[in-house]
């Protein structure tokens, strides 16, 4: 489990806008659930982006009309006979506000007010959707994601990510048409903000370390990589001396039972190997690359373990976030200490 309160503090790493003085109140505001922590930060947000302006774009459309708009489409215009009825199809481009950005927006709020929020803010997201009269309401599953922030847009990038979170919270019943709240404690909702949380933190404090999460190149004798999987770290973190790379994991369950014992995943196993002996190609032989698996704690009790197999360290680590947050920083500093222990050096 974790503390709703730990929930913000991830948040505010991953999202920096949720520092601004627009959403300083969710600093110090106690929320029982995710779900609240989250419809608050949409009221605050859409408040915010109201005042600086609803973003409109120019949206295609293809319509059946009396008269030219536009593009005549004259192969749909004569499939659908729409001459016989005094009608041609047209393609045209209008300046709306009906876009990817504010669908996702209004959708998801939408979704919002059938979970259990309290009636305060369920009122308060109900009188903000007044303010999107001509913007349609999609299902979850048919939002289009892949928007392209331009400098108009820029400003949504923060509520567009904390929208997909709350999506990915949220299951569309099969037998009802309403929305149903997950467990926002869910492992498959958490594990994309605990990735992008440690990223954050590790690179807004430790400034003087080079680290990314980083493409991973394989080093092969001979053949082509082109069909080899792409390796990508969740966080890689460097400096002239050594390379840690971390593999971020929060699952319901860390261990997996097998023939009355418990051990680690073998997929974790063999993938943060894999990333340590192909970074270790790159580098000359005095510079160390190690590995971390950073689990996120569970009610489980895993001490943690360090082991050296074939000259490569790799660490398997429980990060408990359901700690007072002054412990999550100190866990977390002391990674970066025990393999850097000068952090603020020059890179």
Request: proline content about 3%.
């Amino acid at each position: 489990m974790i503390r709703v309160r730990n929930i913000y503090h991830m948040l505010a790493y991953a999202f920096t806008n949720l520092k601004a003085q627009e959403y300083a109140s969710l600093q110090t505001e106690e929320f029982e659930h995710a779900a609240d922590l989250y419809a608050q930060i949409l009221i605050n947000g859409i408040r915010v982006q109201l005042k600086r302006g609803i973003v409109r774009s120019y949206e295609e459309h293809t319509e059946e009309l009396t008269c030219v708009r536009g593009r005549i489409l004259f192969a749909e215009t004569a499939h659908t006979r729409a001459l016989q009825r005094g009608r041609i199809i047209c393609e045209h481009d209008d300046f709306t506000e009906d876009n990817d950005f504010n669908r996702i927006l209004i959708s998801v709020s939408a979704a919002l007010l059938k979970t259990d929020i309290t009636p305060a803010r369920k009122k308060s997201l109900q009188h903000l959707l007044k303010y999107f009269p001509h913007v349609r309401r999609l299902p979850l599953q048919q939002l289009n994601w892949k928007v392209r922030f331009t400098r108009q847009s820029k400003n949504y990038r923060m509520l567009i990510g904390i929208c997909k979170l709350v999506a990915e919270g949220l299951m569309q019943s099969s037998s009802a048409g309403d929305t149903q709240l997950m467990d926002f404690q869910d492992a498959r909702h958490l594990n994309t903000l605990y990735e992008k949380f440690l990223l954050a933190y590790f690179q807004q404090t430790y400034k003087g370390l080079d680290i990314a999460a980083r493409k991973i190149r394989w080093s092969l004798d001979e053949g082509d990589p082109a069909f080899l999987p792409g390796l990508r770290s969740d966080i890689l973190i460097r400096n002239r001396e050594r390379t840690l790379i971390i593999d971020a994991k929060y699952y319901s369950r860390i261990l997996q039972a097998y023939y009355g014992s418990s051990h680690h995943h073998p997929h974790n196993l063999n993938q943060i190997l894999n990333y340590v002996h192909q970074e270790s190609a790159a580098h000359p032989a005095e510079h160390e690359v190690c590995g971390m698996l950073l689990y996120a704690g569970t009610d489980e009790n895993v001490p943690d373990k360090e082991f050296v197999t074939c000259g490569k360290r790799i660490h398997i680590k429980v990060l408990d976030l359901n700690a007072d947050f002054a412990d999550i920083r100190a866990t977390l500093g002391s990674i970066i200490t025990r393999y850097f222990p000068h952090p603020q050096a020059l890179r």
